[in-house]
């Protein structure tokens, strides 16, 4: 049986992707109880089971993930912490800002995108952003490089619409605790100008290389 691991930094959307991979690869969860066999709308063909992880490649991972197949995404860092904040069930997001800063998360995606050393595993990159921008595209690759297979745009599309947040969160036997909203830029509606200051003294440098903000100076537009 063949095995693909999932790894985000946590409130990525993981859970959305193993949704859509164990669909379209027609596989089996694993370690992830919250996710019944029967949910995806597909028989499980037993060739694939997919595993969800929140891993940094450091050493302790690299047993973990050698010789397997690994997607790896992305997520502006300013809806991560929004959506850590209200996973928390809080409205404090400066609490969650000073959590997500003693998080690690610069380096954690720094040991994904620039490894120490040489990945022991096939790393399959893509970022939850693209995924809602262009998921039948961004999907159609992710596949590919996992499989070899080429999938319809309706087989696609399929998946897509099988896994809709509104359609996990009943999955999910209704827990929005759990599935949010799901959405891009959320971050606008919980900011105010001081807390993206102290948020940009932390991550702007990161946010500008990785494409997320055009200048150190976004802040400013809160």
Request: glycine letters at 6%; aromatic letters at 10%; charged letters at 25%.
């Amino acid at each position: 049986m063949k095995e693909l691991i999932v790894n985000a930094f946590p409130k990525s959307g993981t859970t959305w992707l193993l949704h859509l991979l164990c669909d379209l690869l027609e596989a089996q969860h694993k370690d992830t109880p919250q996710m019944e066999p029967l949910s995806y709308g597909h028989p499980v063909s037993g060739e694939w089971t997919v595993r969800k992880n929140h891993y940094p490649y450091w050493e302790q991972v690299i047993p973990i993930v050698k010789g397997k197949i690994v997607v790896m995404s992305q997520r502006d860092p300013r809806d991560i912490v929004v959506s850590a904040m209200f996973y928390r069930k809080t409205t404090d997001l400066e609490a969650a800002i000073d959590v997500m800063i003693q998080s690690q998360y610069v380096e954690w995606v720094g040991s994904w995108v620039a490894p120490l050393e040489a990945l022991k595993c096939k790393l399959v990159k893509t970022s939850y952003e693209n995924l809602h921008a262009r998921p039948v595209g961004q999907l159609r690759n992710i596949v590919f490089e996992v499989s070899g297979e080429t999938l319809s745009n309706e087989r696609i599309k399929e998946a897509i619409e099988r896994q809709s947040f509104e359609n996990m969160v009943i999955q999910l036997k209704g827990d929005r605790h759990f599935m949010r909203k799901g959405i891009v830029g959320d971050w606008r509606n919980h900011f105010t100008r001081g807390l993206a200051r102290k948020f940009n003294d932390h991550f702007g440098q990161f946010m500008l290389e990785q494409g997320y903000v055009d200048s150190l100076e976004w802040w400013k537009d809160v």
